[in-house]
């Protein structure tokens, strides 16, 4: 592809704007959560980062995005690499 290694990436499949310009890449066997899942992850993070909750809170948000994350992964992925 004209520019590849250059103007943007060579090895994964470049995500170009109307500018031309590289603004993200799509990498063989990465995982893409949908709009919804990667707003609930951002959800839990945020609450995790927020200085007033306790640590009993924030182990139970880890608790509940680490079964959160588990169920989109295992249940809720179109796994074509056969990675799962």
């Given at each position: ?6 103007d ?62 588990v ?11 056969g990675?799962?």
């Amino acid at each position: 592809m004209e520019g590849a290694g250059e103007d943007f990436t060579a090895k994964g499949i470049p995500v170009i704007n109307n500018d031309g310009q590289q603004v993200a890449e799509i990498e063989r066997q990465e995982i893409i959560f949908s709009k919804d899942t990667t707003e609930k992850i951002e959800y839990f993070y945020k609450s995790f980062t927020d200085e007033s909750k306790s640590d009993k809170e924030k182990d139970e948000l880890a608790i509940k995005c680490g079964k959160f994350l588990v169920e989109q992964i295992l249940n809720n992925t179109d796994d074509k690499a056969g990675l799962i």
